[in-house]
């Protein structure tokens, strides 16, 4: 298979409660970008979070992939992490990605109805940008690095106003950029080129809700509102501080969404 072996993080251990995957956005690191909701979140769930390749602890890719091997991928280490005994799946499974882990929650859905209780894919769509810009992305960064990226990555993920507000929180997501391995950030692309599950969205059973930031430019709130209300069992929700990594952004905000769509009221 093209896509190595994903690298986990523990975010949060708790036994007993229903495990919550949580998926990475392009050119971030999974434990950057969620550890500003870990707090939010782990009274209710025990956290597990994946690298893409060549991201955060991931091995690099040597060669292309699709949408529908990077979820493989990540069911692949969703099965080893059952084998080993960090995950029970009879507490419960759910599924949270942000942009292109928000297109293999929807890619998960498609390929495995029911593994997962219910999935929520944030800042994404079911087709994200066009084919030709992700491949003249792909080939840009494969040629000249990822550092080519930074200055626009940080014009697109962030809201008005939040580098100024959150240094840290803003530094360590774009140096998780900076240092992620060129080639396999271009794989990526290839695989978000490819990518459209829009005439797909009715056929999709499991529960889901689709969490857009007001201030996205990538993936507008028109972008959850077509998930949630074409999705049989879909909900779609907006951010109002937020742009496009509504976890770091607006952790309070984002993990209320989250914990009002996976947990009973009763439970929490």
Not at 48 to 63: K, M, Q, R, Y
Not at 191 to 199: G, V
Not at 221 to 226: F, G, L, M, N, Q
Request: one cysteine or more; proline letters at 8%; hydrophobic letters at 45%.
């Amino acid at each position: 298979m093209a896509v190595p072996f994903l690298t986990p993080s523990l975010l949060h251990a708790a036994p007993g409660n229903p495990t919550l995957l949580l998926g990475p956005s392009l050119g971030t690191g999974a434990l950057q970008l969620w550890a500003p909701s870990v707090d939010y979140l782990k009274q209710h769930f025990q956290l597990v979070a994946w690298d893409l390749p060549g991201h955060g602890h991931s091995a690099p890719s040597t060669e292309p992939f699709s949408m529908s091997e990077l979820a493989t991928a990540v069911l692949n280490l969703m099965h080893t992490l059952q084998a080993d005994g960090v995950i029970d799946s009879g507490s419960g499974l759910l599924y949270a990605g942000v942009s292109v882990g928000g297109a293999v929650g929807l890619q998960l859905a498609h390929d495995a109805p029911g593994t997962f209780q219910a999935l929520s894919v944030i800042c994404t769509a079911a087709k994200i940008g066009e084919t030709e810009g992700w491949q003249q992305r792909a080939e840009l960064v494969s040629r000249a690095g990822t550092p080519t990226m930074v200055t626009g990555s940080a014009q697109r993920w962030f809201a008005p106003g939040f580098m100024e507000r959150n240094p840290v929180i803003a530094t360590n997501l774009l140096h998780s950029l900076q240092v992620a391995d060129r080639f396999s950030y271009a794989h990526v692309c290839g695989a978000l080129a490819d990518f459209d599950l829009r005439k797909a969205l009715p056929t999709l059973t499991d529960p889901l809700l689709a969490i857009a930031g007001a201030h996205d430019a990538v993936c507008p709130p028109a972008d959850a509102e077509r998930i949630g209300t074409q999705a049989p069992h879909g909900r779609w929700a907006v951010v109002e501080s937020a742009a496009h990594l509504a976890p770091a952004e607006a952790p309070e905000a984002t993990a209320k969404l989250l914990l009002d769509f996976f947990t009973p009221k009763e439970q929490r």
